[in-house]
């Protein structure tokens, strides 16, 4: 049984040709409260400005640290997610958007939240296209910034997320009393359109439901797929709180997930299915099938 503040964790880093986001999200981490975790980057076939990022990276973290990395033939997040969750060690895994920056209790907010029969998603505060230009060019480290410096921050800097009563409820601790540890919790409900940008579940949990299903490529859909399988499963969706909130770097926005993904959710939804059909299992399976075929 978890006993909190002693779990040890990973933190899986999706990411794909963004390196001075990736920086950034690495440099915020290299300044948790809490340090007792590890770092594994999740690598959907970027190129040598990544790889370059990655290196400079790996001294600091030293041990702590894992590079995991397929090629590019298009679009497959989930199989990245799955193949970064194989490289990781620890028994509770974090899987973090590559441009979603951690504040500095953010592992210290998780890990007190990371209780059996639970899986976790969170809250993100969505920088202006201003900001983010500035965190970007100038190193800003809003990561370090106190929810006081966030209420002083312009609101054309900010956008809320929706179903928020504006900033404090994203970034204050009083607002939403929604936790694992407390009796009675109705589960939490993320504020976005799904889970894709911070997940936090123990490993036996993902392992028993074999993960993200690799058949989603293109963008969108397979977070929410997880949580469909996960929630069968018996689990319930709890929040870390609001230090495990994220700062979401802008980006030009996606025009939605694929026709394809949809109908793969909606099957899921349908069914009364809990593992993945395409998932960590069959993933484990074709990576020892690569390493016999290499030793032979």
Known sequence: MN????VDLSV????????????????ALSE???TRFEVVVADDGSGSATRAVVQDWQAMFGGRFVHSWQPDIGYRRARSLNLGALSATARYLVFLDGDCLPRRRFVEAIRRAALPGWFLASKRLNLSAQLSRRVLEERVPVWRWSALRWLLTAPREVLTAPREIGRPGLLLPVRDRRRPWRPGQLEFAPPFDGYGFFFGVIRDDLERVSGFDMRFTGWG????????????AGL???WPGAHA?????????RKGGTTSNAGLVQETEASERVEAVEGLRQLARELDAERSRASS
């Open 221 to 232: 859909g397979e977070d929410v797929d997880l949580a469909t399988r996960l929630r069968r």
């Open 3 to 6: 006993v909190p503040g002693r």
């Open 12 to 27: 899986v880093v999706a990411t794909y040709e963004w390196p001075e986001a990736l920086d950034l999200v690495l440099r």
């Open 32 to 34: 948790q409260s809490d």
């Open 245 to 253: 909130t994220v700062l979401h770097l802008w980006h030009p926005e």
């Open 236 to 238: 319930k969706c709890g």
